[in-house]
């Protein structure tokens, strides 16, 4: 028996029984032909090795003359390799201020910091593509003390309210070294990058130092990218690292949220897990000072893994009892020494950690609730509803209560912790709606007539957040709030109801939202961009049908004329 099929059979698609001659070509009067049994040898077009050393050698010797001319420009540093040992020595004892050490409490272990060459192994180099370039360069292009001093200060007004994941006296020091001359370790020279990131993302184009706006973003992009691997993210203990990394994404989000994102985010997590931030720091014994450091970066860990699953439409990665991190001490930066020994007492009323702490006690309910879970829910809508009115009642009292609204960033938190909550409850009707189509008939029209009236009124809320101009400093972050299934929601259920003031005022409040959003189109995912574009075209297709019916049946209701 032949191991192939015959000529004729295989040409046409026919099972060949594979006897000489085939059952198919014998009924058929047909001459049966199988091909050899070797397959012809391919044909490789490859170049002689001589020819690929050729080319390596001529690349190499690029480099080289490329790497010399560099290190011989007017005003740059010599590299390392060319300087004799005796000045490399003498200038890491000038500079060998171990800044993480003089911070204790951001390494969980000591002398594990090391000072990695450029050839350190990274991840999110490998994730970005970007390539490595020479540490001399990378310090001569993005550690001018003007620049960071500028960025740091912008950083301390548009984004710490809003991200305080580090602690603002420990930077000032790492900043002071900077402008002092001294040479950083890899863990401190990440974390600066990444505040620099977070501070230009923050700033608007026309404040961009008369350069390109999306150049620079694209420039410290890569440089925390090489900062990151530097640092041996992976492997380093440093709880600096990871502040660096975390800084760094949530400011990444705003301007992108593919796919990289989440994978990054991944690592993130790993990382974390391995750095034992999933353990909260008064159970394993560590300091007061170290224990709310890190409880504030594992929750704004979860927080991120939320957004993330929220922008991809999958399951969070963080689920409940995989942690026992306590929520963060509503208490001030400034509340935090490393040299403190007992804990702090809570603060009543606004903190720069409330609104974490506000988005945790959310999360956390709808953890419980099942919501980021592809499962059917546990409670009926009704209890579901009572928790999130509960919750909405507790965080009044507790912190919205005692904020002055008349202070703009007192007014952000407040505005996105109601969004929030709006947004929780939505979460919950979604949820149970799409449980129950498979069980049971589709939710009462009442719920679903008020599920439109709230989203309707998140979607009018999130605008008035993006657009108010006592905001516009923390516009950028909160552009990330894109509610873009609400939005969704909103034009699909203009597709089926009637003409009236009610859906006028849906269309004019969505599609206000979605202009709004046109500029920032090409970094939202180009999927749900797609789809968000068809909802419109249909919701307005069918208003515009909906309002040539109104005009003909007023026409024909119309007395007529004697």
Known sequence: MNKRSCTLCNQKKLRCDRKYPCDRCVRGGKACVFPPSKRASRKLNRPPVADLLARINQLEAEVESLRFTADNEPGSIPSEQNRPDEQIESHEVKGRRDIPHRISGLVVEENNSQHLDVEASTVFCGLFGHYRWSANAFRIDHFQPEQIRMLWRTYQKNVAPLIPIIHKHCVE???????????????????????????????????????????????????????????????????????????????????????????????????????????????????????????RLWWHICILDMLIAEDRGTDIQIKPGMFDTQFPSNIDDDDLSPDMTEYPSDRTGYTDITLCIMHCEIMTSLRSLGCFAHQAPQLSITDQ????????????????????????????????????????????????????????????????????????????????????????????????????????????????????????????????????????????????????????????STRAINIQLLASQAILCRPPIV
């Open 173 to 295: 020091l790492i900043i002071c070294d900077i402008s002092d001359g001294v040479d950083l370790d890899p863990s401190c020279e990440a974390l600066v990058l990444s505040i620099c990131f977070a501070a230009v993302v923050s700033m608007k184009p026309e404040q961009s130092f008369n350069q390109n706006y999306d150049a620079i973003i694209q420039d410290y992009t890569v440089a925390v990218d090489q900062a990151l691997g530097r640092a041996n993210f992976i492997e380093s203990p440093n709880l600096l690292v990871l502040q660096a990394a975390i800084l760094f994404l949530l400011s990444l989000r705003p301007l992108s949220d593919t796919g990289l994102l989440g994978a990054e985010s991944a690592v993130v997590i790993r990382v974390a897990q391995d750095q034992k931030l999933h353990r909260d720091g008064r159970i394993i014994g560590l300091s007061p000072f170290q224990t709310e450091m890190r409880r």
């Open 385 to 540: 509803t009572n928790l999130v009115k509960s919750l909405g009642k507790r965080l009044q009292d507790q912190y919205l209560d005692h904020f002055n609204l008349e202070v703009p960033i007192q007014w952000v938190f407040a505005m996105i912790s109601r969004l929030t909550l709006s947004e929780a409850w939505l979460t919950i009707h979604f949820h149970t709606s799409s449980a129950n189509d498979a069980h049971e008939p589709c939710s009462p029209q009442k719920d679903n007539d008020l599920a439109f009236r709230t989203a309707v009124e998140l979607v009018e809320y999130t605008y008035l957040l993006q657009t108010n101009e006592k905001a516009s400093q923390w516009t950028w972050l909160c552009k990330s709030h894109k509610q873009l299934h609400v939005v969704a929601f909103v034009f699909s259920e203009l597709c089926l109801r009637p003409i009236n003031p009610e859906t006028d005022r849906a269309w004019n409040v969505a599609n206000r939202m979605y202009s709004w959003w046109e500029q920032d189109f090409p970094r939202i995912n180009s999927m749900f961009r797609k789809t968000l574009a068809h909802l419109k075209e249909r919701a307005a």
